[in-house]
Every structure is written in structure tokens, then in C-alpha cells.
């Protein structure tokens, strides 16, 4: 293009001296994260940091909901340099949403001691045999299993499931495959195909039984037992209670207490051997899928 205006002005008699043109970049050099996060699709972005276009993935970074998504098509190097400008979840609460030092005790225990259901009305489905607690997933993952989708890519098979009635992105696809991949009933190839292989025998469970509820338990990153001498009485309550709470039940719980009791749990906690303050206890809600 450069040359061609060059070659055509060359001779011109519209200008007094020499006319040329020269290729600059578009009104900056240097592009911020937050405009890449907001105006690239992810193949402008990878342009950014040299590399290659991914088939499909003319979408907005925006449009992504997590980097682990997009390393599942990029793979891990790649998305090592690109994850810093893909948003990940929401940002979390700030500290302040929760009133300094406030902890929940054995009282407050009893404002909200009906809500859940008791954990012997329930069986656990453990963790490998269930990844995909929405229905929504749960019915892709089927189909995809259902149907014959070998050496597809993931842009052909959001189109295939758009035509049956299962709006999907893919995104969204991308998130499903990889709990299938891990769990043994895909495999993904190199080239972004997919190599459907049968299930294993009551791998996928009938996901119209399932629930997805949550149990009050220590965090990993703790040490100690469950419960300590220092813990308060609504943990102490709550661990012993033997029940298992939906979403509504925690997010009845937040406005019972007036803040994020799924984030921030038993409230304000001083770790005894360091000293430090954390808005949040030692415990946490752990995810259990039942039926």
C-alpha cells in the first residue's frame, strides 16, 4: 500500500518538493492491558504478544470468562503470556464489606440453625465422577458423548449444538471439554479436533438427581484440627451440625449477618503463632455434589 501512494504521487504537481509516505502506528505505540482487555479479540492479542491466530477465536478478550479456558486452546506456555490481560472472575469483596472484627458466635448460630438439609438424606458423588454441576453442562457433555463428534473442532461443535437447541459459546465449550478430558471420557489433539472414546460405565451419573450443595469445613491452608480451642461457637455450631446448605441457604445466611458469609465464613480471625488478621475464619464453604 505504501509503495503503490508513493509511486502514485511521484510525479504529481499538486505538491512542491517531495511527497512520501511513511507507516506509523495507529494514534499509539504502546497498548495498555485494559484496552486490549476491552476492544481485542484474543487473536489481536496474540498478534500483540507474537503469536499465531487460533481458529474460532476471533472473539473479544472480554467475551472470556477465565484464563484456564483459554489455555486449553492456546495451551500452557501461551497462556502464560496472555493471561495477564484476560479477566478472570469478578473482583473479589473488599475487605471493608465486612465490619472490622466482627465474628459470628453460638447466638447467631441459632438465627440460622433450621436452614440446610442433614447430610444422611444425600449421597456424595464424588469429585471425579462429577465435575459438571450446572444442567446445562451436564446435557452438552451428554450429547457429546451421545454423538459422533470425532476430528471436530470446537467452533463446529458449538454449531452443531446451536441447531439442536443447546446454546453454548466456545468459551463455555472449552471450560465442558476439559473437565471430560480430565476425567478420562475425551481425549483433545493437538490440532483443537476431538477424539470421542466411550464412557466408563456409570461415569457420567443422571445429572437431572443431582444437586450441588455445600459442607462447612476447615480450609485446607490451615493447620490444626476442624475445630480448635479458640474456635468460636457459630463454627463450632455449624461443623457439628451434619448438614449441607444450598447457595440460597448461605446467601439467606449473608443477609441474616449482613455480609458475604460465603467469603468471608465465621468473620474476623488473628492467627495465634503469626499475629496476622484475616476478614475471614479458618473455615470455608467447600462444594459437594449429592443426589
Given amino acids: 500500500m505504501l509503495s503503490a501512494l508513493n509511486q502514485l504521487f511521484k510525479n504529481t504537481t499538486l505538491f512542491i518538493g517531495e511527497l512520501e509516505f511513511i ?5 499509539i505505540d504502546e497498548v495498555t492491558d485494559e484496552v486490549r482487555k476491552t476492544f481485542f479479540t484474543v487473536n489481536e492479542s496474540r498478534k500483540y504478544y507474537g503469536l499465531p491466530p487460533v481458529e474460532g477465536y476471533d472473539v473479544l478478550l472480554s467475551q472470556l470468562s477465565s484464563p484456564p479456558a483459554f489455555s486449553l486452546i492456546t ?3 501461551d497462556k502464560k503470556k496472555v493471561e495477564s490481560v484476560i479477566d478472570s472472575e469478578s473482583e473479589p469483596e473488599p475487605e471493608s464489606a465486612i465490619e472490622k472484627g466482627k465474628k459470628l458466635s453460638d447466638e447467631d ?10 447430610k444422611e438424606d444425600f449421597e456424595v458423588i464424588p ?3 462429577f465435575s459438571l454441576h450446572f444442567d446445562k453442562k451436564a446435557d452438552i457433555a451428554k450429547y457429546i458423548i451421545d454423538h ?3 476430528q471436530l473442532t470446537i467452533p463446529q461443535i458449538v454449531e452443531i449444538l446451536e441447531k439442536d437447541g443447546i446454546s453454548t459459546t466456545q468459551v ?3 471450560k465442558i471439554l476439559q473437565e471430560l478430558r480430565k476425567d478420562g471420557v475425551i481425549k483433545i489433539q493437538h490440532n483443537d479436533t476431538i477424539s470421542i472414546k466411550p ?3 456409570g461415569q457420567i451419573p443422571d445429572t437431572a438427581e443431582i444437586q450441588v450443595m455445600y459442607d462447612y469445613v476447615k480450609k485446607p491452608s490451615v493447620s490444626g484440627a476442624e475445630i480448635i480451642e479458640t474456635s468460636r461457637g457459630f463454627c463450632r455450631k455449624l461443623c457439628g451440625s451434619n448438614r449441607y446448605y444450598t447457595r440460597e441457604d448461605i446467601q439467606t445466611m449473608s443477609s441474616t449477618f449482613g455480609y458475604d458469609i460465603f467469603r468471608f465464613t465465621g468473620g474476623w480471625y488473628t492467627d495465634s503463632t503469626t499475629g496476622e488478621a484475616s476478614p475471614s475464619c479458618r473455615h470455608m464453604w467447600q462444594r459437594v455434589a449429592v443426589k
Avoid: A, F
Fill in 172 to 174: 463455555e465449550l472449552s
Fill in 199 to 201: 464412557p466408563v460405565e
Fill in 127 to 129: 469429585d471425579h465422577q
Fill in 148 to 150: 459422533d463428534m470425532s
Fill in 75 to 77: 495451551g500452557q506456555d
Fill in 109 to 118: 448460630y441459632e438465627m440460622i440453625k433450621d436452614l440446610g438439609r442433614n
Fill in 23 to 27: 507507516d506509523k502506528p495507529l494514534l
